[in-house]
């Protein structure tokens, strides 16, 4: 079954930094893979997605993702990290299989310092 | 468009009871699907209902239950409370070419 990996279950960068969270997925066909942002007491916020049309993805509040089929990967970055951008991020692979079911990373926390 | 709503946003509740939460989706969406979120296991798929089937499940017992009705407005139960129930029960719905899922604000249950 489909799956993906987040690599660093917390990472710490400066305001103004770049921002790179890792994520590798594990599937036989063609994935649709996304990142979710969940803020504390939140529910999940669909930051961008990758559905095969374009391998680098542009999503909300300055994020991007590329997808590298070559390295099974599909990290998300922005250039400049900005103190709102605290907050815990997941990767997550649509499961093939009858019905809609999403297969979630474990989550990086990311932490912005001033 | 109003989003997916879910209650209540926070439950307490003793160890053997049963607990109903509410979803519903984005109008227009037919597909609406369940998941727990606990620190130690992280986010987990339960369930999802399409057109009032239950379609595809996670593995989690029994005693989790749900169910769609024709106004695609689902609910989940949960019978016989465990401490270990307590997490952040989320719901998404999803539009019939499956592109995404949007998530609700999510109910905190507690059991105690």
């Known amino acids: 079954a489909q799956s993906v990996t987040q690599l660093g279950s917390h990472v710490s960068v400066s305001e103004g930094a770049l921002v790179l969270l890792r994520c590798n997925y594990s599937?036989?066909?063609?994935?649709?893979l996304f990142w979710y942002v969940q803020y504390p007491n939140q529910g999940l916020q669909l930051l961008l997605k990758?559905?095969?049309?374009?391998?680098l993805v542009k999503g909300i509040n300055g994020f991007e993702a590329e997808f590298k089929k070559s390295e099974t990967s599909f990290h998300l970055t922005k250039p400049s990290a900005h103190m709102s951008d605290a907050a815990e991020y997941f990767c997550?692979?649509?499961?093939?299989?009858?019905?809609?079911?999403?297969?979630f990373g474990k989550g990086t926390s990311l932490l912005v310092t001033p | 468009k109003a989003g997916v709503t879910q209650t209540p946003r926070y439950l307490i509740k003793t160890r053997g009871q049963q607990v109903t939460l509410s979803c519903s989706p984005i109008?227009?969406?037919?597909?609406v699907s369940w998941y727990q979120q606990t620190p130690g296991q992280g986010l987990q798929f339960l369930f999802e209902?399409?057109?009032?089937?239950?379609?595809n499940k996670g593995n989690f017992p029994g005693r989790f239950s749900g169910r769609q009705f024709s106004n695609s407005r689902s609910e989940m139960n949960v019978s016989t409370l465990e401490l270990g129930d307590s997490a952040l029960y989320l719901c998404?719905?999803?539009?019939?070419?499956?592109?995404?899922?949007?998530f609700g604000q999510g109910t905190r249950l507690t059991v105690v």
């Open positions: 998404a719905s999803s539009p019939p070419v499956r592109t995404e899922a949007f």
């Open positions: 599937s036989s066909v063609p994935p649709y």
């Open positions: 990758y559905t095969s049309a374009a391998t």
């Open positions: 997550a692979v649509w499961v093939e299989d009858s019905g809609y079911a999403l297969n």
């Open positions: 109008s227009g969406h037919r597909s």
């Open positions: 209902y399409f057109s009032e089937t239950q379609r």
